[in-house]
């Protein structure tokens, strides 16, 4: 069985500041992706970012990284720059053997002005 | 028009009500899944459905009933709910049932129906 833990339930950020979301998995499989998610006030589950478990580089989109230390099974979501539209509960996510994208308990984020 | 489409956006009903949500996709995608949302809860995954085929249900109570009848549409029939069942549920669809590789496990989710039940 897969399991995603996100052990920060909420997070204050200053505007213009980098933040780091923290990110565990397990899983027993070889074969992974993880992904995270953005959910703002609206409901919608917006993609960020992707990460495979046999890419040696980590992850970047725009402001958005991907810290991913594989021997260690956390994959934590780094924010450069924050910006007051990126107040939203964040999810990460994780899917191997099978159709279903295993999400994490959220993390919820509040840029501060 | 954005890709996932949820109506309606909140509904109120009571226990002996019957509803029904609907979930409308114009990406060409042919996964459509539901998912239900819950305070203090991870996202769970109620039904996966590929080329309108179910593929999996994932031990939901049959009060909760789906019906895909064709690649853009997903429906979710509610009847005889309890309390318990109030939650936001959403919906995703995606290319295909693909492999663990690459960006297509990536959802693409609908904005949610929010549930209340009385």
């Known amino acids: 069985a897969q399991k995603i833990t996100q052990t920060q339930p909420g997070m204050f950020v200053q505007e213009k500041e980098a933040v780091t979301l923290d990110c565990t998995y397990d899983?027993?499989?070889?074969?992974?992706?993880l992904f995270w998610y953005k959910q703002p006030s609206s409901g919608e589950m917006i993609f960020l970012i992707y990460?495979?478990?046999?890419?040696?580089q980590n992850a970047t989109e725009g402001r958005y990284s991907l810290n991913f230390q594989k021997a260690r099974k956390s994959a934590n979501l780094v924010i450069s720059a924050s910006q007051l539209g990126d107040s939203a509960m964040y999810f990460c996510?994780?899917?191997?053997?099978?159709?279903?994208?295993?999400f994490g308990g959220g993390t919820r984020v509040l840029v501060k002005p | 028009e954005t890709g996932v489409t949820q109506t309606p956006r909140h509904l109120v009903m009571g226990m002996t009500n019957k509803k029904s949500l609907k979930c409308e996709q114009h990406?060409?995608?042919?996964?459509m899944y539901w998912y239900k949302q819950s305070a203090k809860k991870p996202l769970e995954l109620m039904f996966v459905?590929?080329?309108?085929?179910?593929?999996e249900n994932n031990s939901v109570p049959s009060r909760f009933s789906p019906e895909c009848p064709n690649s853009s549409h997903l429906f979710l029939h509610l009847h005889t709910l309890q309390p318990e069942d109030s939650a936001l549920y959403l919906c995703?669809?995606?290319?295909?049932?693909?492999?663990?590789?690459?960006?297509?496990?990536?959802?693409?989710f609908g904005e949610g129906s929010r549930l209340t039940v009385l």
């Open positions: 990460q495979g478990s046999y890419d040696e």
């Open positions: 899983t027993s499989d070889q074969s992974y992706g």
């Open positions: 459905y590929s080329l309108e085929e179910r593929v």
């Open positions: 995703a669809s995606s290319p295909g049932l693909a492999g663990v590789f690459g960006r297509t496990g990536e959802l693409f």
């Open positions: 996510a994780m899917k191997a053997a099978g159709n279903k994208l295993t």
């Open positions: 990406l060409g995608h042919n996964a």
